[in-house]
């Protein structure tokens, strides 16, 4: 699977939206990117995923770059719940055996009133 | 439904000490996760079980035994902690037919070995 850059920490003013970059320069063709997130002392929860194109969910957008060698998860309008470390994830899409998720260090967002 | 349960939320045990950690899901998913976290850290996996009666290690399986007892439920054991395995433990499961990759976590047990 391939390696994701993040920032370690970004803040956000409650309301306006938060842009989350993630950097994957070595994507594959058949690998998806996703965003999970962990909200302070709980199990990392699935936000959104993409293979090529702009996808958005009832929790975010996800805009991936043509040349698919970034993307940025955009909450549109940050709240406080909203603060925690917010993971990019690359790998294979797979109904296979194994299919665990890397996590890294993610990128701690601190919404603030 | 209640998703992915976990027992205990706490334990401190002292070195030397075993104890099983127990997860279960109500989803009909095939795969099972553990997960341990250490502080300021990502998540680490520690064994997997694709199905029912298989079981395969992960990224950081010493110390630790897993039991797929059944569909619904997968078990961690230490059989005798140590200081370094202080950690948050997570257990996810997820559905294996599709191409979606959505992982279902549990609430996590905090353990401490002292």
């Known amino acids: 699977d391939a390696k994701t850059t993040q920032p370690p920490s970004m803040d956000c003013a409650e309301g306006r939206a938060a842009n989350l970059p993630c950097n994957h320069s070595?994507?594959?063709?058949?690998?998806?990117v996703y965003w999970y997130r962990q909200i302070h002392s709980q199990g990392p929860q699935y936000i959104i995923h993409?293979?090529?194109n702009n996808e958005t969910n009832e929790m975010a957008s996800l805009i991936i770059t043509e040349d698919r060698k970034s993307s940025t998860l955009i909450l549109p309008h940050a709240t406080l719940r909203d603060t925690a470390v917010y993971y990019c994830?690359?790998?294979?899409?797979?109904?296979?055996?194994?299919?665990?998720?890397?996590f890294g260090k993610g990128t701690k967002l601190s919404v603030k009133p | 439904n209640a998703g992915v349960t976990q027992t205990p939320k706490f334990q401190v045990l002292k070195t030397g000490q075993s104890m099983t950690l127990q997860c279960a899901q109500d989803?009909?998913?095939?795969?099972m996760y553990w997960y341990r976290q250490d502080p300021g850290m990502g998540l680490r996996l520690i064994y997997y079980?694709?199905?029912?009666?298989?079981?395969d290690k992960g990224e950081v399986p010493n110390g630790y035994n897993v039991s797929r007892l059944n569909k619904r439920e997968f078990s961690l054991r230490l059989e005798s902690a140590a200081p370094s395995q202080t950690s948050v433990y997570f257990c996810?499961?997820?559905?294996?037919?599709?191409?979606?990759?959505?992982?279902?976590f549990g609430p996590g047990t905090r353990l401490t070995v002292t």
């Open positions: 993409g293979l090529k």
């Open positions: 994830i690359v790998r294979v899409a797979t109904g296979g055996s194994q299919g665990n998720l890397i």
């Open positions: 996810a499961s997820r559905e294996t037919s599709g191409t979606l990759y959505e992982q279902y």
């Open positions: 070595t994507i594959s063709g058949n690998e998806y």
């Open positions: 989803m009909n998913h095939n795969s």
């Open positions: 079980s694709a199905s029912e009666g298989t079981t």
